[in-house]
């Protein structure tokens, strides 16, 4: 975690104290009292961080981290779709110190391909498959004769459907889908990512896997490094680096988004301002 020009281990629930001065001391107090059960775990989002980790957590890290992510007031999530994703640790966990090896979280342990990157998850799929379209647009899908009409290509029957297309393009693709459930969907509101991806000439000089930003100074929220998850990912003495930039709404103007990415990373001194990048 990147916060007040110090970068400390995850969670940042347990290596807060690492912080120093009136920041810790805030987180502390705040967890301290969380720890009594006299902070509401019961409410929303927000509520839930504040009478979970307390008013210091919720300041610090909780509350902007969130907000940057989500791009959406925390008081309208419910925090029962987010909290499993949070690392909850006791107060115990906070006065003796962890070993960085045990870990807190449902992402503390992760399997990453030794070669060619997280591609390889989508050829493993495939070589269980014996009809493979790529490049090919899902037009129309009937839920009653359970087929998918792929252009160009005509009509596929289905036993089991997997979409991943965003939810209401799918809702758009169903016929006779009922009126109630068709606006429904056009009234959710999407939170998307922008991924800038550099290629550096050099090794990323950190064995970070990812460092999360909560700060408003940097318009991404994380930064994640392939190469130190494994160094098969890019060429031989290169780094790889991708910033991950949260925006509500169709459209972001990436020539922008990507010049505050690498100042941005020049401040949190990932980067040099006069870095060569390979791509």
Same mark, same amino acid.
């Given at each position: 975690?990147?916060?007040?020009?110090?970068?400390?281990?995850? &969670?940042?629930? *347990?290596?807060? &104290?690492?912080?120093?001065?009136? +920041?810790?001391?805030?987180?502390?107090?705040?967890?301290?009292?969380?720890?009594?059960?006299?902070?509401?775990?019961?409410?929303?989002?927000?509520?839930?961080?504040?009478?979970? #980790?307390?008013?210091? #957590?919720?300041?610090?890290?909780?509350?902007?981290?969130?907000?940057?992510?989500? @791009?959406?007031?925390?008081?309208?999530?419910?925090?029962?779709?987010?909290?499993? $994703?949070? &690392? @909850?640790?006791?107060?115990?966990?906070?006065?003796?110190?962890?070993?960085?090896?045990?870990?807190?979280?449902?992402?503390?342990?992760?399997?990453?391909?030794?070669?060619?990157?997280?591609?390889?998850?989508?050829?493993?799929? +495939? =070589?269980? =498959?014996?009809?493979?379209?790529?490049?090919?647009?899902?037009?129309?899908?009937?839920?009653?004769?359970?087929?998918?009409?792929?252009?160009?290509?005509?009509?596929?029957?289905? +036993?089991?459907?997997?979409?991943?297309?965003?939810? &209401?393009? =799918?809702?758009?693709?169903?016929?006779?889908?009922?009126?109630? *459930?068709?606006?429904?969907?056009?009234? =959710? @509101? *999407?939170?998307?990512?922008?991924?800038?991806?550099?290629?550096?000439?050099?090794?990323?000089?950190?064995?970070?896997?990812?460092?999360?930003?909560?700060?408003?100074?940097?318009?991404?929220?994380?930064?994640? $490094?392939?190469?130190?998850?494994?160094?098969? *990912?890019?060429? @031989?003495?290169?780094?790889?680096?991708?910033?991950?930039?949260?925006?509500?709404?169709?459209?972001?103007?990436?020539?922008?988004?990507?010049?505050?990415?690498?100042?941005?990373?020049?401040?949190?001194?990932?980067?040099?301002?006069?870095?060569? $990048?390979?791509?």
């Amino acid at each position: 975690v990147s916060l007040l020009d110090k970068t400390i281990p995850y &969670p940042f629930q *347990v290596y807060f &104290p690492m912080l120093g001065g009136e +920041a810790a001391k805030e987180c502390m107090e705040g967890l301290r009292k969380a720890a009594t059960g006299k902070g509401k775990t019961d409410a929303g989002f927000k509520k839930w961080i504040t009478g979970r #980790f307390g008013a210091g #957590f919720a300041k610090y890290f909780m509350i902007p981290y969130n907000e940057k992510m989500w @791009r959406t007031p925390l008081t309208e999530i419910d925090s029962e779709s987010v909290r499993r $994703f949070i &690392p @909850r640790v006791k107060l115990s966990d906070v006065r003796n110190g962890i070993s960085e090896r045990e870990g807190h979280g449902y992402n503390a342990l992760i399997y990453y391909p030794k070669r060619g990157g997280i591609e390889e998850l989508a050829k493993a799929f +495939a =070589l269980e =498959l014996n009809c493979v379209h790529v490049n090919s647009r899902v037009t129309a899908i009937d839920a009653d004769s359970m087929t998918v009409t792929v252009k160009g290509k005509g009509k596929t029957s289905y +036993a089991k459907l997997v979409s991943t297309m965003p939810l &209401p393009e =799918l809702i758009g693709l169903i016929k006779n889908i009922p009126a109630d *459930v068709y606006r429904a969907a056009s009234e =959710l @509101r *999407v939170c998307a990512i922008l991924s800038v991806n550099l290629g550096l000439d050099r090794p990323t000089g950190n064995g970070a896997h990812w460092i999360y930003f909560p700060e408003k100074k940097f318009i991404f929220h994380r930064v994640g $490094f392939p190469s130190n998850v494994s160094n098969n *990912v890019c060429p @031989r003495g290169g780094g790889s680096l991708t910033a991950e930039i949260s925006y509500s709404g169709k459209n972001i103007n990436v020539s922008a988004a990507v010049k505050k990415v690498k100042s941005g990373l020049v401040s949190a001194e990932i980067i040099s301002r006069n870095e060569k $990048f390979a791509c």
